[in-house]
């Protein structure tokens, strides 16, 4: 298959002409367009390519040599969602992928009725979605950063129940107190829940979940250290009670941190999520910046 990858710009659109054997819309893009393969399918179901003139988002529609592709250069989809705590990072008919804002709980919880699935239900309703919001995993309220939810009772058994098989890298980035000692490591540990709710952790099994955590300073100060979080397993409060038995737990958590909030709200990012498609197995990579009040403590 040759395809031409010369390409003009017009208005708001980059435009294509299909050279060689037919081939399918998505697989063309990924080999023409100079973008990641989740931008350039957020633009396929965000409604911005056209070919011949006419808007297609079929990942799968077959492309006949001599027909013009026009791929989007604005951000075109859920340019009508707007919404203070949820950001639409990525959709496609099975899932949706979010940043969340601190603040907001991932589901409805006790009195608050503030949580991503009832904005991300309310957004399906008003764009005339026939689905709501299955969620799969959890971030704390006050945790910011990605979070993927499925749109769909099937896709969201086969991401609950292969949850460990399909994510392949999820990493996290907090402000920590104090000055960390080591720039790199790994902390292994059994984690169980008190009467009162509150996580511990044991060095040997305690009838708990086995808890593995790996961690790498970004940048320090004698005060603070920035650090990426990899996490192998996924358990509750990991990082946070896992920071705290280093001696230097996250800032701003009220539950195991010892007072030091500098910016006023837990800091804990969650930057990078990597995972393989449960329908299509495509790989899926999606990363947010760290927050700008994080890195602006480690400004010299």
């Known amino acids: ?70 791929v989007s250069k604005t951000k075109r989809n ?17 899932l949706i992928v979010i940043e969340k804002a601190q603040g907001i709980l991932s589901m409805a919880g006790g009195h608050s009725s503030l949580n991503v699935k009832s904005v991300l239900d309310d957004y399906f309703k008003k764009s005339r979605q026939k689905c709501t919001a299955h969620v799969v995993h959890r971030l704390d309220r006050d945790t910011s950063g990605l979070m993927v939810y499925a749109k769909d009772l099937d896709t969201e058994q086969i991401l609950e129940h292969n949850w460990h098989q399909i994510v392949y890298d999820r990493r996290y980035v907090a402000v920590v107190s104090g000055e960390m000692e080591q720039d790199e490591g790994t902390i292994r540990n059994w984690l169980k829940d008190n009467k009162a709710y ?66 006023h709200r837990l800091c804990l990012h969650a930057w990078l999520l990597c995972f393989t498609h449960p329908v299509t197995n495509e790989p899926m990579e999606f990363e947010t910046p760290v927050p700008t009040l994080f890195r602006q403590l480690f400004k010299k």
Request: aromatic share 10%; with cysteine; hydrophobic share 30%.
């Open 1 to 70: 298959m040759r395809l031409n990858t010369g390409f003009n710009r017009e208005g708001d659109y980059d435009h294509y002409v299909v050279e060689g054997q037919p081939v399918a819309l998505l697989e063309y893009l990924l080999k023409v367009v100079p973008q990641s393969r989740s931008k350039v399918k957020a633009t396929l179901q965000g409604r911005g390519i056209k070919v011949d003139g006419k808007t297609v988002s079929q990942f799968d529609f077959m492309l006949q040599p001599g027909m013009k592709v026009a």
């Open 198 to 263: 509150i996580t511990y952790s044991s060095p040997v099994d305690n009838g708990g979940k086995l808890a593995v955590t790996h961690y790498h300073v970004l940048d320090r100060t004698t005060d603070h250290s920035l650090v990426e979080f990899r996490l192998e397993t996924g358990r509750k409060n990991q990082i946070r009670v896992h920071s705290a038995d280093m001696g230097h737990p996250v800032c701003g958590d009220v539950k195991y941190g010892n007072g030091d909030d500098p910016l």
């Open 78 to 94: 859920q340019q009508s969602f707007k919404n203070r705590y949820v950001k639409i990072v990525y959709e496609d008919r099975w």
